[in-house]
């Protein structure tokens, strides 16, 4: 018999192969989807996105994890449509105009879907008139995600919220900035929601946001 715990410990490993067969014998074991992603895959990458933010694993980790992960779901995913499983919710996510940089980015992407958030990822380069169609396009997303990692594309986070401001959405959406440059004070500043320091720490505000 497979357990909850084999699978949380195959994604912390990395090992997709494995979690891929975990998950299916969960699955012909009658196992409620719902508790394979609650108590296998995310809590897997909920230890990931802790040990990541200790310093005890670095960026590569993450990635074979979110790997093993995404794999996993691929099989999961049908069987969570059928028995109504959701989200807890939906954000949107973006580095902002003039940054190239995803890294970042992209790890904020995995430890939120890791958390069991869905993330519509907007990309790189994202103007501030992007960001407001992204949330136009998706009106249930409670909350949007800024990345920057140069100082010289910093300002482009105030402009974001005054677009935002401009439309009269503000007050719908709950707005949170990071990157190397970044620190809490600027984002008091510029008027932004939240601030978080890595990823890890990102998709536990992003959750609470959704929560809320």
């Known amino acids: 018999m497979a357990t909850y715990q084999e699978l949380s410990e195959a994604i912390q490993k990395g090992n997709a192969p494995k979690s891929k067969e975990l998950t299916s014998a969960l699955l012909a074991e009658k196992k409620p989807a719902g508790e394979i992603l609650n108590k296998g895959l995310l809590d897997g990458m909920d230890k990931v996105g802790q040990r990541f933010k200790c310093n005890e694993i670095y960026i590569p980790e993450v990635l074979i994890a979110a790997r093993a992960m995404n794999q996993s779901m691929e099989i999961l995913k049908p069987e969570l449509v059928k028995a109504g499983v959701?989200?807890?919710?939906?954000?949107?996510?973006?580095?902002?105009?003039?940054?190239?940089?995803?890294?970042?980015?992209?790890?904020?992407?995995?430890?939120?879907?890791?958390a069991g958030?869905?993330?519509?990822?907007?990309?790189?380069?994202?103007?501030?008139?992007?960001?407001?169609?992204?949330?136009?396009?998706?009106?249930?997303a409670k909350t949007v995600g800024m990345s920057a990692l140069l100082t010289t594309t910093m300002t482009g986070m105030k402009e974001v919220i005054g677009k935002f401001e401009a439309e009269g959405m503000r007050g719908k959406v709950k707005i949170m900035v990071g990157g190397a440059p970044l620190t809490d004070q600027y984002a008091k500043e510029i008027g932004a929601d939240g601030y978080a320091p890595d990823a890890a720490s990102a998709a536990e505000k992003f959750k609470a946001f959704l929560r809320a």
């Open 86 to 114: 959701k989200p807890i919710g939906k954000m949107l996510l973006g580095t902002v105009k003039g940054d190239l940089h995803d890294i970042g980015k992209n790890l904020v992407k995995m430890m939120a879907q890791g």
């Open 117 to 140: 958030i869905e993330v519509i990822d907007l990309g790189i380069d994202v103007s501030g008139d992007k960001f407001v169609q992204g949330f136009k396009d998706n009106p249930d």
